[in-house]
């Protein structure tokens, strides 16, 4: 099984709606987070969560917000999504151990979001 | 504040020839370097990495990278290319030792590879 797994995998919705997005992981990290990936952009940092209280805006976070529901569980909601939040969305796990001191990322296979 | 730059978005080689993917970085301190690979509908994967010591990392499926100081740079190479090394690479620098810890991204360089 897949240690970082993200659900859906592909989501089509229509401008306006809410949506989430879940990620779980059984890694037993504490640090996680979330990126969105556009063609020619890279990776781009939503939100980031250290432990279950805190919380911590990305370099994108507008339109964006976020739930650690749990160590294992870190969710992503567009409010309101819209045509340009249309991206592959990945959520990544890191620890405080040494592998997390160098920050060392996993990720997960991505949900592809399209916006109509 | 920490950037990478991936210089070619794109580069195309034949199997069996010589693959590098060019990163340079601008760090205040000295960074950890990363590269990641993704293969085609699926999420990235840590190739190496650069954190202290030794200046020449060696990763998986054959990749490389030295990490070069005076140039601000961390360049991927592999002597031989494989089919299946098509995908997209991204180059990625971590703060040291600092409080947020988050990874800054280049904007990746996609390899094509030739028959």
């Known amino acids: 099984d897949a240690d970082v797994t993200q659900t859906p995998r592909n989501r089509i919705t229509k401008t306006g709606k809410r949506i989430m997005l879940e990620c779980s992981q059984t890694k037993g990290h504490d640090r996680m987070y979330w990126y969105r990936q556009d063609p020619g952009l890279g990776l781009r940092l939503i939100y980031y969560?250290?432990?279950?209280?805190?919380?911590n805006k990305g370099e994108i976070s507008d339109g964006y917000s976020v739930s650690r529901q749990a160590q294992a569980k870190f969710s992503l909601s567009l409010e309101s999504a819209i045509p340009n939040q249309t991206a592959l969305y990945f959520c990544?796990?890191?620890?405080?151990?040494?592998?997390?001191?160098?920050?060392?990322?996993?990720f997960g296979p991505g949900t592809r979001l399209t916006v109509l | 504040a920490q950037s990478v730059t991936q210089l070619g978005s794109h580069v195309s080689v034949s199997e069996g020839a010589l693959v590098l993917l060019r990163c340079n970085y601008s760090?205040?301190?000295?960074?950890?370097l990363f590269w990641y690979v993704q293969y085609p509908n699926q999420g990235l994967q840590l190739l190496l990495k650069?954190?202290?010591?030794?200046?020449l990392v060696k990763g998986i499926n054959g990749f490389e990278a030295e990490f070069k100081k005076s140039e601000t740079s961390f360049h991927l190479t592999k002597p031989s290319a494989h089919m299946s090394d098509a995908a997209e690479y991204f180059c990625?620098?971590?703060?040291?030792?600092?409080?947020?810890?988050?990874?800054?991204f280049g904007k990746g360089t996609k390899l094509s590879v030739k028959p």
């Open positions: 650069y954190t202290t010591g030794a200046t």
């Open positions: 990625a620098v971590s703060d040291r030792g600092g409080s947020q810890g988050n990874l800054i």
């Open positions: 969560s250290f432990d279950v209280k805190d919380i």
């Open positions: 990544a796990t890191s620890d405080l151990s040494a592998g997390g001191k160098y920050n060392e990322q996993f």
């Open positions: 760090s205040s301190v000295p960074p950890y």
